[in-house]
């Protein structure tokens, strides 16, 4: 396609339409909760407050954008907006490789390997899976939503049953490091892997939003984008490439997340009211900004909970699934 679209698909939208007002005040929605997740409660130094939250709020963000991104760019090329990267097996990836990273190297080992190299290893793995995954799932014929959903639950179990195995034969104290891996964690930040995270998923990011206009043509469907003129299988390939990328680095960032990037993006359509990637990839965005941040100032300020965000925002991402799939079964 050598990069260009048809005239009426590469015009921009205009900025004082409604859709950008509905983005203006999600942006002012998402400012308010990171003014009030870093001044509501402060009872401390400023310049420790500013050192210890900024980087939780940096850690959130990237989240934010990574998991958005990467979610509304997976529906679109899967056609179904009930489908993330999460739900289709790479949560339970994600424990198998550190199972298989403490079993095989041992507490010792992994400790051995650095926060960096854990990182850097635990990206390229899943990256490496999930593609062979992706590839086999969206490039080949299985466009049945079912066909879809059986395969990625089958592959979740498969996965999640390998990393089952694996612990049972950990000893305790190795088995103690592993658990701490298990869940999304926003609050213990490690500060040598924000550098490394942002990097990655700045540049993603940057390279998502270049194709918003290309991802507006394959959301119209594989005979319609090849007719325009789009080589929808490398196309297909580089963006799920770059969707494994995204999800890699914000899991080893934080952890596992399986249904956040359900709601950012079905509550991006609803809000927006359009399916156009120039208003959805930036309202997914700032919607799990919203959700994160305004989430974790009800958690630790309002609601007194000691409970982990995290399970929070699955719980609700959860009952949108399940809510979500019924709608879809009766249509």
């Avoid at 509304?72 to 999460?86: A, D, G, K, M, R």
């Avoid at 086999?136 to 466009?143: E, K, Q, R, S, T």
């Avoid at 596992?256 to 965005?285: C, D, E, I």
Wanted: some cysteine; proline content about 2%.
């Amino acid at each position: 396609m050598n990069g260009r679209l048809p005239a009426h698909a590469a015009t921009a939208p205009r900025p004082f339409t409604g859709h950008g007002r509905r983005l203006a005040l999600l942006a002012g929605l998402a400012l308010l909760c990171l003014l009030a997740f870093m001044t509501v409660g402060v009872r401390t130094d400023w310049a420790f407050v500013l050192e210890h939250r900024g980087a939780k709020v940096l850690t959130m963000l990237l989240v934010a954008a990574a998991i958005g991104l990467s979610t509304v760019v997976f529906q679109t090329v899967s056609h179904n907006t009930i489908l993330t990267p999460s739900v289709m097996g790479l949560d339970a990836l994600y424990l198998f490789v550190q199972a298989a990273m403490v079993l095989a190297l041992g507490a010792a080992g992994v400790s051995a390997l650095g926060e960096v190299g854990r990182y850097a290893l635990n990206i390229v793995l899943m990256v490496g899976f999930a593609m062979l995954l992706m590839r086999w799932l969206f490039v080949g014929h299985a466009n049945s939503l079912h066909m879809m959903l059986l395969v990625g639950m089958v592959g979740g179990i498969f996965f999640r049953s390998l990393a089952g195995l694996a612990m049972r034969v950990l000893d305790p104290n190795e088995f103690t490091v592993l658990q701490d891996r298990m869940f999304a964690n926003f609050n213990a930040v490690n500060m040598q892997l924000l550098g490394p995270s942002l990097l990655l998923i700045v540049l993603g990011s940057g390279w998502v939003w270049r194709q918003r206009r290309l991802l507006d043509v394959i959301a119209l469907g594989r005979d319609a984008a090849v007719s325009l003129g789009v080589d929808y299988e490398r196309r297909v390939l580089l963006l799920l490439a770059v969707v494994a990328g995204l999800v890699a680095v914000s899991t080893a960032l934080v952890g596992p997340v399986v249904f956040f990037g359900l709601l950012v993006s079905n509550m991006a359509y609803q809000s927006m009211g359009t399916r156009r990637h120039a208003w959805v990839l930036p309202a997914a965005v700032l919607w799990g900004c919203v959700l994160l941040l305004g989430g974790q100032v009800l958690l630790e300020q309002l609601f007194k909970f000691n409970t982990v965000l995290s399970i929070v925002v699955e719980f609700l991402g959860g009952i949108a699934f399940i809510v979500l799939l019924m709608r879809k079964t009766r249509s």
